[in-house]
């Protein structure tokens, strides 16, 4: 079956842009997460949605960065005036959000930011 | 806070020996442990994962993790190395009683594996 998908795979721009990456999770799955993972390192949780809300918005970095769900399914997250530090991949999971703590995230393959 | 420390960013087997990658976590109370595998050009996978019940948790590719409460560990093993497990591994947790399922990833082991 379709996995979560992630648009676009790569994206370049310039210092300053705004930026928005797309996530489409998988059939049925009400629970969607962002994580960054930057050069080097594991994933950083940014944002995590059950159904259209955004229950949990701790891990964004500042007020740049923005995240929506609007019907419950896809997502989008969007970047304000963006800089270097921004440049990462970043990735979305989704989770069926029904047993809680514990329920499996399924990733997408990410998209690669570069801000020049 | 929660936090996970995998020991060693780089590891190197041979083909047909031991895997062995290392989790430690700090968290006062024991939290949901996780695996994912990261292949080249891929999104992360989920290896196995440990909630609740037996310690002693068998994943997929032949992987299995143990968790020792009084270690405070997740190390993952794999009898015999294949080539093709050559990627990189994170540990992860969640929060057991949180409200909310994110992970907290550790900073991930490259595992090669040489022929």
């Known amino acids: 079956g379709a996995g979560v998908s992630q648009t676009p795979s790569n994206k370049v721009t310039e210092k300053g842009k705004y930026v928005e990456l797309r996530c489409d999770p998988i059939?049925?799955?009400?629970?969607l997460y962002w994580y960054r993972q930057s050069l080097g390192q594991g994933p950083e949780f940014l944002i995590y949605?059950?159904?259209?809300?955004?229950?949990?918005d701790s891990g964004l970095p500042n007020d740049r960065f923005f995240a929506v769900r609007p019907e419950g399914s896809v997502s989008t997250l969007k970047i304000q005036r963006t800089e270097r530090g921004d440049s990462a991949v970043y990735l979305c999971?989704?989770?069926?959000?029904?047993?809680?703590?514990?329920?499996?995230?399924?990733f997408g393959p990410g998209t690669r930011l570069t801000v020049l | 806070a929660q936090s996970v420390t995998q020991l060693g960013s780089h590891v190197s087997v041979s083909e047909g020996a031991l895997v062995l990658l290392r989790c430690n976590y700090s968290s006062s109370v024991p939290p949901y442990l996780f695996w994912y595998v990261q292949y080249p050009n891929q999104g992360l996978q989920l290896l196995l994962k440990y909630t609740t019940g037996a310690t002693l948790v068998k994943g997929i590719n032949g992987f299995e993790a143990e968790f020792k409460k009084s270690e405070t560990s997740f190390h993952l093993t794999k009898p015999s190395a294949h080539m093709s497990d050559a990627a990189e591994y994170f540990c992860a947790v969640s929060d057991r009683g949180g409200a909310t399922n994110k992970l907290i990833f550790g900073t991930g082991t490259l595992l090669a594996v040489q022929p």
């Open positions: 999971a989704s989770s069926r959000g029904t047993s809680g703590a514990g329920d499996t995230q399924y």
């Open positions: 949605f059950q159904g259209t809300g955004a229950a949990d």
């Open positions: 059939s049925g799955h009400t629970a």
